[in-house]
């Protein structure tokens, strides 16, 4: 199976995550709040990467659903529950 990256925000250093905090505030300047304030959906979000690797279907553990929003006032309608994630932007470490 081809499995897809994606870095929780843990794994992402606190630079880069500022500056794509940033991004997004200067992308949706509006002027409207940009910050998930819920816990448990800000620990679902995600960052996902150019990275693939395949893997046997034996060595996988599970699945999960990962939704993708546009922007963060649309990943204000990501409802959590078990195994769901959401990404809205990428991270790409070697850059």
Same mark, same amino acid.
């Given at each position: 199976m081809n499995v897809k990256w994606y870095y929780r *925000?843990?794994?992402?250093?606190? /630079?880069?995550? *500022?500056?794509?905090v940033q991004d997004r505030n200067n992308e949706n300047d509006s002027g409207r709040e940009l910050v %998930?304030?819920?816990?448990?959906?800000?620990?679902?979000?995600?960052? %996902? /990467?150019?990275?693939?690797?395949?893997?046997?279907?034996?060595a996988l553990r599970g699945k999960c659903n990962i939704s993708h929003? /546009?922007? %963060?006032?649309a990943a204000r309608e990501f409802k959590a529950r078990i195994d769901s994630f959401f990404y809205i932007l990428g991270y790409n470490p070697e850059t």
């Open positions: *925000q843990s794994e992402v250093p606190d /630079s880069v995550y *500022q500056h794509l %998930i304030t819920d816990p448990v959906v800000r620990s679902r979000e995600l960052f %996902i /990467s150019d990275y693939v690797d395949t893997y046997h279907a034996a929003f /546009s922007d %963060i006032f």
